[in-house]
């Protein structure tokens, strides 16, 4: 019997998942910090000067990505806890019939958020990659010509990869195959077709991203260490002393998405042994607890890490938080603290 006749046999003889409450609310809450995230760091960028170098420009595209995954993962939560239950158990059991189906919230939900996941595992790279080479050259990598190819690479490869699926219409509901309360690949397919689409339109680049983000933080310690300097002594003001901090985002991503990425390779498992990958036991849910709130909080993450953590960053947001409280403008600001310096 093909794993496709197992899954539908499965449809009907079950009812479909209903996922626990804070599972939702992890998702909600995660959304919502990475909104709130990425504005903060749209507004560093546009008012924070001292930070406003190529870094931090490529951390804006990063953020532009990770602010689209949190807004269409936002409207996958919403969406499943708005659903009808009963209705809900007649589309799973209609797509057993008719592989096809998929309601357009769903439909748009995936096709957003599989090119925003995909572009934002291309931005972690670029952005170690221009680490790298500003630390190896002294200067500034990211040109002119630099900068057009990052940006064809990472916002083209993926709009490609997302057509692609969007042709052989292969994004939808996916009864939670390594996913939180959002859609992404259809889960009605043949087991085996659902785990290649996975990996070609996301958990193959995470993984990638996972080793070579890796790599490239290897390199740029052993360069530092053997050098003996930091980043202030190195770039020749290309790079601040905070923008060390920029290594650090490989971190980010692994601690963030590799409950999914376990839950990838648990499908990948069940695949070969012939098991219904739509069933999870109670190690692969607290997983997904985990994934529910980390797949969304990239840029909630990438806000305290280079906003919060950053010195200059945060004395700017604070100082700019006690102008608006006093009413007083920053040049008014500016001039009662260098009378207040006088005075002392």
């Known amino acids: 019997m093909s794993s496709h006749n197992s899954s539908s046999e499965n449809l009907t003889s079950s009812d479909p998942i209903s996922l626990p409450p804070l599972i939702l609310g992890l998702s909600f809450?995660?959304?919502?910090?990475?909104?709130?995230?990425?504005?903060?760091?749209?507004?560093?960028?546009?008012?924070?000067a001292v930070a406003k170098n190529q870094t931090r420009q490529l951390l804006v595209y990063l953020t532009i990505a990770d602010l689209m995954t949190a807004v269409g993962n936002l409207i996958g939560v919403v969406r499943y806890a708005l659903r009808e239950e009963t209705e809900y158990i007649l589309e799973q059991k209609e797509m057993k019939y008719n592989c096809t189906v998929t309601d357009s919230v769903c439909f748009v939900q995936s096709a957003?958020?599989?090119?925003?996941?995909?572009?934002?595992?291309?931005?972690?790279?670029?952005?170690?990659?221009?680490?790298l080479m500003t630390l190896i050259t002294q200067q500034e990598w990211s040109k002119l010509v630099n900068r057009v190819i990052y940006n064809i690479v990472a916002w083209g490869v993926p709009l490609v990869i997302t057509?692609?699926?969007?042709?052989?219409?292969?994004?939808?509901?996916?009864?939670?195959?390594?996913?939180?309360?959002?859609?992404?690949?259809?889960g009605c397919m043949e087991q085996d077709?659902?785990?290649?689409?996975?990996?070609?339109?996301?958990?193959?680049?995470?993984v990638?991203?996972?080793?070579l983000t890796m790599t490239f933080y290897l390199i740029i310690k052993f360069y530092m260490v053997k050098r003996s300097l930091r980043f202030e002594v190195r770039s020749q003001n290309h790079l601040r002393?905070?923008?060390?901090?920029?290594?650090?985002?490989?971190?980010?991503?692994?601690?963030?998405?590799?409950?999914?990425?376990?839950?990838?390779?648990?499908?990948?498992?069940?695949?070969?042994h012939s098991s219904n990958i739509e069933k999870f036991d109670a190690a692969e849910l607290g997983l997904l607890y985990i994934q529910s709130f980390g797949d969304s909080a990239q840029a909630f993450a990438n806000c305290i890490l280079f906003c919060i953590r950053d010195t200059a960053v945060r004395q700017d947001i604070w100082r700019r938080i006690r102008t608006?409280?006093?009413?007083?403008?920053?040049d008014e600001e500016e001039r009662a603290r260098l009378l207040q310096n006088s005075v002392n």
Do not use: Q
């Open 193 to 206: 077709k659902v785990i290649n689409w996975m990996a070609l339109t996301g958990k193959g680049w995470e």
């Open 112 to 131: 957003v958020t599989t090119f925003s996941t995909l572009a934002s595992f291309f931005w972690t790279s670029i952005i170690m990659i221009h680490i």
């Open 324 to 330: 608006c409280v006093r009413c007083r403008s920053p």
């Open 241 to 272: 002393e905070e923008d060390e901090l920029y290594i650090m985002i490989f971190f980010v991503i692994i601690i963030l998405r590799v409950s999914g990425t376990i839950r990838f390779f648990i499908a990948i498992f069940k695949t070969a």
């Open 163 to 186: 057509f692609l699926a969007i042709g052989y219409d292969v994004l939808g509901e996916d009864f939670f195959i390594t996913t939180g309360p959002w859609c992404w690949i259809k």
């Open 208 to 211: 990638a991203t996972y080793f």
């Open 29 to 48: 809450l995660s959304c919502c910090l990475s909104i709130i995230g990425a504005v903060v760091i749209f507004a560093t960028y546009c008012l924070v």
